[in-house]
């Protein structure tokens, strides 16, 4: 037989397994008419408010017991511990890596220039985030995350709710992509949780001890300088604040204390994403209907934007979600699995009620949350091994992004033979050159690899930098936020220009 019809045949009995399913999966419908802007923006904070509800409302009947045993994942999963939102985007993330691995590997092979063939992938992933939810929901049971002793119609009542959860954060995800909103879900869950992360860092009223001498001050960094301010004066208030730690075991928060140094980290983040993401290389271009008038068509530094952070970081947190199911089950502090021992096995730090790794692979891809301390980049305990762990920790965040901004190449559409078929269906071409796919595609394979590479590494270069930093929401989250905020400007730009000249909608790319 072929290969090129088995692959075929591959890709239509995947694709066509899972058609039933989707027949019975909620969905939204797409807008027939136009949705204007202000009406977009209303739809918006609709799904934004949900959201936050559903992070503030606890999960009834669960035991959650001592520590966060996923505080490292909550960042880049916008959940928060106990909460509706236990489980995030994390299952829509992790079922968008599944496919995208599939596409990628060539396991399945689908033709996203069909119509019928990306709606039928469209709807195989949505499917996968329902199953993903039961997974990780069953996990998180299973792995006693909410109590150990629960009857039978207790833990059915949970997986009701986490799935329950699941499939509304599902739905307004796909609302806000369909049109209905700005953007997508997904980057505004992440924005808005590391928006809230970094208010209540600056603002938070609640009292905490710090120190050598346990002084009892505000856990938000504003109200805290305030108070040393009135206390010891300007001086002894920035060095107080430079570098901060509590020193009470027992205050029960899930956040660091914010330091100067972190806000510090926070602003140069912000400014130098800023400033890359105006970098771009301008390819001459030239519109024959329109009697050769030239433009350039942008090719921006960072062409594949944070999409490289947000799947290596579903790659560390379902790492992380294995090895802290399986510590969970086997014992925990008392297990003697070599599983565990592989993966990781941690401790509960006193200091925020926090499960941290202290060994195994884990270990590794946990990054260092400031430059000194217990679990900073330089342990004075320990700095052969601190050092180490931030290296390796930072090579494969590099790597993973790298690999990553390759793969969402060609499974976006945004590769070289894509972006030339677009060329040409929008009457473009360049000037100097034939009017022909090929050679337009020979053209931007010269740009497009090499820009995607370079973007993949700076983008995990700077989460590293942050991270190891402590910049505010984790240097992952902090990144994400800015590069979140700078698309959704030039959104909403686009939106009012449209607004303005609705003859521009097909051109700006807004439907």
Known sequence: MDLTFEVFLMTSRFLQAVRPFMSITPEVVKPTREVHFNEKMIWTFAALIIYFVMTSTPIIGADLGQGDPFAFMR????????????????????????????????????????????????????????????????AFLIGGTYGTDLSLSSQVGIISQLLAAG??????????????????????????GVGLQIFQGLFAPNNIMEGPNGIVSARGIVLAFIYWLGEEGPLSAFGNLFFRYSTNPAHNLNLPSLSILSVIATLVVFVIVIYFESMRIEIPISYAQYKGIRSTYPIKLLYVSNIPVILTSAVFADIYFIAQMIWNSSGRENSTSLLTQILGTFRLDAANNQYVPIGGLVYFLTPPRSLIGDQGVFNFADPLSSLTRALIYAIILILLSVVFSMMWLETAGMGPRDVASQFLQSGMQMPGWRRSKKIVERRLEMYIPTIAVIGGLFIGVLAAFADFLGAIGSGMGILLSVSIMRQYFELISKERVAEMNPALRGFLGIS
Do not use: C
């Open 167 to 192: 499939i509304i954060i599902i739905l307004l995800d796909e609302m806000v992509q369909k049109g209905w909103g700005l953007g997508s879900g997904i980057s505004l869950f992440i924005a808005g």
């Open 75 to 138: 960042t880049i999963t916008a959940s928060t511990q106990g909460s509706l939102a236990e489980l995030g985007i994390g299952p829509i993330v992790t079922a968008g890596l599944i496919m995208q691995i599939l596409v990628g590997s060539k396991i399945i092979n689908v033709n996203m220039g069909d119509p019928e063939e990306r709606s039928l992938y469209t709807g195989a992933q949505k499917v996968m985030s329902v199953l993903m939810t039961i997974i990780e929901a069953g």
